[in-house]
């Protein structure tokens, strides 16, 4: 129980276009999702908070026009890179707040790895 | 104080050795603690949560201290594969939210 998946897995894409992420909560409904992104080497560093039907809460620092968030269903989140830059290339991860047995707490999807050129 | 701490390592330790993390936390609201493991390029994943009556998972044993608030992980009989850094998460307080520590890496040497 408890499977968060994300897709893509790794994106490699030209400075100046977009990149969609998306996140599933595959055997579960998640009334909060959250965006971490991690660089090399550091620890993960929270970006937003997604909540089901409404908009995120960002972290000091995360510029909420640069990084879309929409969270339309209890099972899918998106994370939308806007004009990716060469200093956006990160490792992104998703997780989904949920319940396996009696373990409520954050459920990680496998990640994405974008590499802006 | 940061509101979750670990010490960053590494711990170098052989192969079968018992080694103990400690995390410690400055929000005494708080209401939930787990211990997450990610692996080079991985995700992190959970690896137990930490009850108040101390709880064992194998090789595993986890302690949870309100009183100096601080959480324990301590690995017995390590094996290479535990090689890894090891998260501390704290849940609770306003708006029962997540706070994840930055990590403590491990590494175990044959």
């Known amino acids: 129980g408890a499977v968060v998946s994300q897709h893509p897995s790794r994106v490699i894409c030209k400075s100046g276009t977009s990149v969609k992420i998306e996140c599933r909560s595959l055997?579960?409904?998640?009334?909060?999702m959250f965006w971490y992104r991690q660089f090399p080497k550091q620890s993960l560093m929270l970006m937003a908070t997604s909540n089901e039907g409404s908009k995120a809460t960002y972290e000091q620092g995360v510029e909420k026009d640069k990084f879309l968030i929409n969270h339309a269903s209890l099972t899918l989140s998106t994370l939308t890179v806007t004009s990716a830059h060469p200093e956006d290339s990160s490792f992104y991860i998703c997780?989904?707040?949920?319940?396996?047995?009696?373990?409520?707490?954050?459920?990680f999807g496998p990640g994405t790895r974008l590499t802006v050129l | 104080r940061k509101e979750v701490e670990q010490d960053p390592g590494p711990f170098n330790v052989p192969e079968g050795a018992t080694v103990a993390f400690n995390c410690t936390y400055n929000n005494s609201a708080s209401q939930s603690f787990f211990w997450y493991r990610q692996d080079c390029r991985k995700e992190p994943k959970l690896l137990m949560s930490?009850?108040?009556s101390g709880n064992e998972d194998g090789r595993f044993t986890a302690q949870l201290n309100r009183a100096s608030q601080y959480i324990s992980l301590l690995i017995r009989d390590s094996k290479l594969s535990d090689s890894a850094t090891y998260l501390c998460v704290v849940k609770g307080g306003q708006g029962f939210s997540f706070i994840f520590g930055k990590g403590t890496r491990l590494l175990v040497k044959p």
């Open positions: 997780s989904a707040n949920g319940l396996a047995g009696s373990i409520d707490t954050q459920y």
């Open positions: 055997d579960f409904q998640a009334t909060t």
């Open positions: 930490v009850y108040s």
